[in-house]
């Protein structure tokens, strides 16, 4: 089955990974901007990392017959520093006519901090005034309910922007309903310890079916898994669920939240061969 891995940071993974996600049917990824491991020193750092993910990035998954999209901010990790975080927030618009680009993300808060909630709102603005797609990333563990209830406060209170232009990303057991009671795309992130596991998603998927849902890897630099969609496949197969539910979460999904980027195009090339 053809899919698509709605969040992962390939920058991080080998071209090796791009072969084995291509041989597992991946024909599309979508790449947020994160934290490199360490803190950026300027803008520039910046700069040159929204090229790597909006010029080398597109040509080595092309390499493997996947489709390359991008999100672009400064991650919440980084926020602490208000300054620099301005700087980027409003150099980000050189790239948002590149195509590519997807919108403003992977934004959010990481401890829940004044600072980390001022940077979340100011790109909140910056998308409102670009008309630009949101990916927010909520916080790990212990931080997440209240993190997610911050972060939903916030969009609502935005006048401008609409929930369906919006997906809560890492969502788990105790947050899912939330954020789509309020409207939002969800993205369940499948790791191999923390978040959820396939078959805590295949259980959410029971729970609360299969509108505005969406699985990805939130594959790195640390340990995760690039296959990971691909697992959720076989485990809600080995459940028996019907393909089309399957499909929906892990291809017609992303592409319906996508499809609401005025630049996004995939034209999906290899259906042909691998239908049915
Ligand atoms: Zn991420």
Known sequence: MNYI?????????????????????????????????????????????FRQLTEFEKGRAGQYGIAHQTWLCINAKEAENVELSREVIAMIPEFLDRPGVLGIGEIGLNKNTRNEATVFQEHLE??????????????????????????????????????????????????????????HWVGMTLYPITKCSPQRASDMIEMYGTERILANSAGDWGHSDPLAVPE???????????????????????????????????TPRDLVVSAG
């Open 126 to 183: 910056l998308a409102a005034r670009t008309d630009e797609l949101i990916l927010v990333h909520t916080p790990h563990l212990a931080d997440k309910y209240q993190g997610t209830r911050m972060i939903l406060d916030m969009i609502r209170a935005h006048p401008r922007i609409k929930p369906e232009r919006v997906c809560i990303d890492h969502v788990e057991e105790h947050t899912i309903r939330l954020a789509l009671d309020a409207g």
């Open 232 to 266: 959720l496949i076989f485990e809600m197969r080995s459940r028996g669920h019907a393909e089309a539910d399957i499909r929906k979460v892990v291809y017609e999904n992303p592409l319906a939240f996508f499809s609401g980027c005025r630049r996004f195009r995939f």
């Open 5 to 49: 891995d709605p969040h992962i940071h390939m920058v991080s993974r080998t071209t090796d990974d791009y072969k084995r996600m291509a041989l597992a049917g991946c024909v599309l990824v979508s790449e947020p901007a994160f934290w490199a491991g360490f803190d950026r020193s300027g803008v520039e750092g910046f700069r040159d990392y």
